[in-house]
Each structure stands twice: as C-alpha cells, then as structure tokens.
C-alpha cells in the first residue's frame, strides 16, 4: 500500500491542498485535515465559487453549501446558508453537536451564531459588480469550466490510513433563490466508505443529484474498479443518456483505501491536486470528450 498521508482536492487549489498535506504530516486527523484545506478557499475572496466572495443567486443574495463526511460513517451537511464564512466546520458542528445531518437556510444559520459563528458579509464589491452587470441581461446558461465551477471537494487519508472529506461551495451562479446543488448532499457531492475509500464531485450539480455520482463510485470500488476506473463509469452513467452533456461539465475525483486516486471528467480543462511525500502536484484529468 502507498505512503501516508495523502491530500486530493478538485481544481487548481494549491494552497488549500497543500494546508491539508501540512496538517495531516504533523499528525492531524484526516476530517480536520480536509476542513482546514478547503476553509483556505472559503476565505479566499477572490475565488468566486467557494465561501466569501462566492457569486451570488440571481436576487444577489450569496448561499452556501457544505458537507464533511468522517472515517466512521457521520456526516453533517448545511443548506443555502447565508452570512457565514466556514460552512464546512459548520457541516462538522451539525455533525457532532446536534443529532441531525442536514440543516438548512436560517437554521444553519442561527446554529452557526449559537455555535459561536461569526456572522460575515459574503458578497464583495466585486461579485457585487459582476452581478450587477449579469443582470443588465439575465441569462441563465452554466458554463464549461469557467469560474462558476470551482466547487472545493477535499479527500484526506490520514496517517492512520483513515479517509475523511469536505465539500464547500456557493453553487452556481446566479442559481435560483433556495437552489441547492449536489455539493452538500452526501452521496452525490462526497461519500466516504472508511474501509474502502471516497469520492467528490464539482461541475453541474443537477447531473450529480440524478445518478448519486460519489455513492457510486465508492460502491464500484467495493466491487472492485480502481479510482480511476470508477471515476469513469460514474461520468459514463451521465454521458450515457443523452448528448445534454455537451453544455456541461462534470468532474469526480477519488481515492481508495490502498491510497490510489483517480479522476475523470466530461470535458477537457479539469485539474486535481494530490499531495503526497512532502509532494504537492497538479494532475490533469482525463476527459470523456475527445471529440
Ligand atoms: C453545484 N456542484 O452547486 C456545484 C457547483 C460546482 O464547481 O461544482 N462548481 O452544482
């Protein structure tokens, strides 16, 4: 089996991926671990797609999504949440501090402020503009591999050889108002299976929610498939039904308990990071597109 510890995240995250890698060589478990990689990005203001400064609904209000599953099969997960930073921790405190897995919209949000939460401006004069200027013609029509699919997905396996994981997004831009994605919805966005390995997808959530992308590809691993492969029949599962796939994309990422890791994706332009031995390195994915 590979070296311990390894950190996967989707896109071109860097830094968060390389916090994560930080965290798990000074012994950090891997849920902590993946939170505190993917909180860089919710930070971050110029990412447009993850936590403060993530585009707004079509009404300009800004709602995250996030869900974190653990080693031992919890999960906590938060809906359409507004004013608060680091929904990824919130999804672990619904996780260990309330006998729930999902809370949504104002209720997350309270929680977070008896959490002690602090409650944060999440729209930016910049996506304040964008969307004022996306609102002098307002057409929904969701994008290939722009800046409204930057969803973070983090897989951490820990020194222990545990797996955990993270999902943290603002959905797509200019989503209909109380629009919920496949990002905190455990088994489409992320699922994780301790004993045999995890699974997180980014791209149109809507396609994700039909065929419960990441409980499925865990589930193909458990029958054998390697990440890789995996990865591939559960973009095939959507590919497979139509030609709607041109207009959209979709990437899964996933690693095993043997610490392989695998991608795949509709078209060409998804990347994934993977931290191992010290190493912090972009990988690109294969794509379903060839035409
Ligand atoms: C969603 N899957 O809300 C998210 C969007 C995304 O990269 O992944 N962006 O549908």
Redesign the pocket.
Known sequence: SSKTPIAIC??GFVDANAKAGEELSKGTKALDAAISGVEVEEENIKNT?VGKGGAPDREGNVTL?ACVMDSNGDCGSVLCVENITNVAELAKRVMTETPHVIIAAKGAEEFAYRQGFKKDNLLTENSKKAWEKWLESPEYKPLINIE????IGMLCMDNDGDIAGACT?S??SY?MKGR????PIIGS?LFIDNTIGGAV??????E?LKTVGSFLIVELMRNGMSPQKACEEAVNRITSKNNRYKDFQIAYIAINKAGETGSYCIHKGFTYMKYQDGKNEQIHSDFFNKA
Do not use: F, I, P, Y
Request: no cysteine; aromatic share 4%.
């Open positions: 989707t896109w797609t999504d409204n699919h930057d969803t997004t959905g797509l989503k919920v994605g496949d990002s966005g997808a980014t791209g149109m959530g809507e994700v």
